[in-house]
Structures are given as structure tokens and as C-alpha cells.
């Protein structure tokens, strides 16, 4: 990798562990994780550092309560990507295996309790296998966008990771402007089979580890 593909997985990585849930050892990472922001452009940069500022300055109870609000309780600010597209439809089913598969051909695993298209699993693999990674990052661009404007219209920190996640990707233009409007207006499809076990996300499970 160059110096910019190493830079653009760095921020992967420090953007996948800032999303997961604020326990003490991702608290415990906030000296190094400054370090890392520190290196970057200051679009990808200056929101990681506001973000873990916001981490300094709050309660870890507080942080804890917020991000259950925020990502459990608020089915637009959804981390699973694949529901922005498909909702809880038989064609999620078929999205989630395909990541799994994807993972799978490049040798790595997930632990039991993730899906492969909670953001934080993707970042993960972006910064493990740039090329392939921004390739899926692209093609949930739509989703991800929406969760950005879902998040800065609930006013909350998140919404800085996801400008940081952002501006490691192309402007928007064109068409993706039009489908992210458009999932904007009505959010995302409704269930039209009874496909256990996906149920929706705020009953499923916050991955807690990495790919391996």
C-alpha cells in the first residue's frame, strides 16, 4: 500500500472501533486513537477528534445510555447496513450470506454474535483489504449516507464518525445523490416475508469483537 491506502486504512480501523458500544476498552484507547487522527487529512481527522473529545468530556454511563438510544432504539440510525436496502425482505438474507462469503474467500471469520454488515464489521475489513473494502463501502454508499443524515438530524456525536467515513469516499453525485434522497423520503422497505432470524436490528445482537 501507498501512503494515502495506508493512511485511508488507518482511519477504517480508528472509525470501526469508535462506532462499537463505549466500554472501558475502547476508553482505553483513546490516546492512541487521537494519535492515528492526528495523521490524517484534516476531513477525515478533525471529525475523529471531536468525536473523541466528546469521549474525554462525558460520563461513561452517560455514553452507554446515548448509544443504545442512538443505534438500538432508532431504527434510522441503524448500524446494519443491508437493512437500508433490503429492510427485513428475503433479500436481506441473500445480502448477509454474500458478505459472509466475501469474508470467507479472504480468509477471515466472524465471531458467533455478528453480522457481516454491521459497519463496524465492514470498516474492519476495509482497513484489512482496502481495495475489496471501499468496494463494499461504495456499494452501501446509499445507506451509509442516509445513517449520516439520520444522525446529524438527531444532533448526535455519532454523526462525526460518519462524516469522518465519508470523506474517506468519492463526493457524492449523480445517481447516488438521487438514491440516498430517496431512501431519505422513505426510509427502508418494509417486511414482506416472515424470514426468521432476521429480526429487526434493534433486537439484534452488538457485535462485541473483530474479525479474525
Do not use: I
Amino acid at each position: 500500500m501507498n501512503s494515502v491506502e495506508r493512511a485511508t486504512a488507518a482511519a477504517w480501523q480508528a472509525q470501526s472501533l469508535l462506532l462499537g458500544y463505549p466500554d472501558e476498552q475502547l476508553l482505553g484507547r483513546l490516546d492512541l486513537l487521537t494519535q492515528v487522527s492526528g495523521t490524517l487529512d484534516e476531513a477525515v481527522g478533525a471529525p475523529l477528534r471531536r468525536f473523541l473529545e466528546h469521549l474525554r468530556t462525558t460520563q461513561p454511563g452517560q455514553l452507554a445510555a446515548d448509544y443504545v438510544a442512538t443505534f438500538d432504539h432508532r431504527k434510522r440510525c441503524c448500524l446494519f447496513l443491508t437493512y437500508y436496502a433490503h429492510g427485513d425482505t428475503r433479500n436481506r438474507g441473500m445480502a448477509l450470506l454474500s458478505l459472509k462469503q466475501t469474508y470467507a474467500a479472504d480468509g477471515l471469520l466472524l465471531v458467533d454474535d455478528e453480522l457481516p454488515d454491521h459497519l463496524c464489521v465492514v470498516l474492519e475489513y476495509a482497513a484489512a483489504r482496502p481495495d475489496r473494502g471501499r468496494a463494499l463501502l461504495l456499494e452501501h454508499r446509499a445507506g451509509l449516507e442516509l445513517l449520516r443524515l439520520a444522525l446529524q438530524d438527531a444532533g448526535s456525536p455519532w454523526a462525526d464518525l460518519l462524516d469522518s467515513v465519508s470523506a474517506t469516499l468519492p463526493p457524492l453525485a449523480g445517481d447516488l445523490r438521487d438514491a440516498v434522497a430517496k431512501l431519505a423520503a422513505q426510509g427502508p422497505p418494509e417486511e414482506q416475508v416472515g424470514l426468521a432470524p432476521f429480526a429487526p436490528p434493534e433486537y439484534m445482537p452488538q457485535p462485541q469483537g473483530a474479525l479474525r
